[in-house]
């Protein structure tokens, strides 16, 4: 089965901390991916990433960073956490990019209270 | 544009009855995929079935269906003989060719809960 977890299930910052969220992978998936999900806006994509370095833009990446050193590990930073990044933080990866059935897999995500 | 609408913010339904939760989706691209995910008060999500456009036949994965009406737009998921652990959040989500073959756009979910 395929395992992606995340560093933490809940995290508590204070307002301008900067905040590291870790997920890791391992089943040599090429793909990775972030998302915010908020009541009634359902998962936003942030950024993702479809090799080691290289990264893209997701629908809202204002406010984030990310990092891909090794295959299976992907970071999100918030460089200066704000009270509107409370929300509930998912992982994704993926096998490749090669068809439209490719299934995501999710880690349990991370609840962030920003305060 | 709104890519998937998922109408139904929260449902109920009897243990042991079929429930239908409804999505439509919106693509000019004429291949695409779509996908369910169940998300347990956990917050895992979990991937529950596909259905690809040119897939004559509905997908079926145990008790879940899709029902693809693809002039529709719709692809609406049918769960059938509802058990408790079916209570969650389902999610409909989407990839076209547009933004890339790795990019998903998700609907806002619908909260499912099953009555003893």
């Known amino acids: 089965d395929v395992k992606v977890t995340q560093s933490s299930r809940y995290l508590v910052k204070r307002t301008g901390e900067k905040v590291f969220l870790e997920c890791v992978q391992d089943?040599?998936?090429?793909?990775m991916f972030w998302y915010r999900q908020d009541p009634g806006l359902g998962l936003r994509l942030i950024y993702f990433?479809?090799?080691?370095?290289?990264?893209e833009k997701g629908d809202i990446p204002e406010g984030y960073s990310v990092s891909r050193e090794k295959k299976e590990r992907f970071s999100l930073i918030l460089e200066s956490a704000s009270t509107n990044q409370t929300s509930m933080y998912l992982c994704?990866?993926?096998?490749?990019?090669?068809?439209?059935?490719?299934?995501?897999?999710f880690g349990p995500g991370t609840r962030l209270l920003v305060l | 544009a709104q890519k998937i609408t998922q109408t139904q913010p929260g449902m109920f339904v009897q243990e042991k009855e079929a429930v239908t939760l409804d999505c439509t989706y919106d693509?000019?691209?004429?291949?695409?995929?779509l996908f369910w995910y169940k998300q347990p008060s956990s917050g895992e999500m979990i991937f529950l079935i596909y259905?690809?456009?040119?897939?004559?036949q509905n997908a079926t994965e145990g008790r879940y269906s899709l029902n693809f009406q693809k002039a529709r737009k719709s692809a609406n998921l049918v769960i059938s003989a509802s058990q408790l652990g079916d209570s969650a959040m389902y999610f409909c989500?989407?990839?076209?060719?547009?933004?890339?073959?790795?990019?998903?756009?998700f609907g806002t979910g619908t909260k499912l809960q099953v009555i003893p």
């Open positions: 994704a990866s993926s096998l490749s990019s090669s068809g439209f059935q490719e299934t995501q897999y």
């Open positions: 089943m040599d998936h090429e793909n």
């Open positions: 990433s479809y090799d080691v370095k290289m990264k």
């Open positions: 693509t000019s691209d004429p291949s695409y995929g």
């Open positions: 259905q690809g456009s040119y897939d004559q």
């Open positions: 989500a989407m990839r076209d060719g547009s933004g890339g073959y790795q990019k998903v756009t």
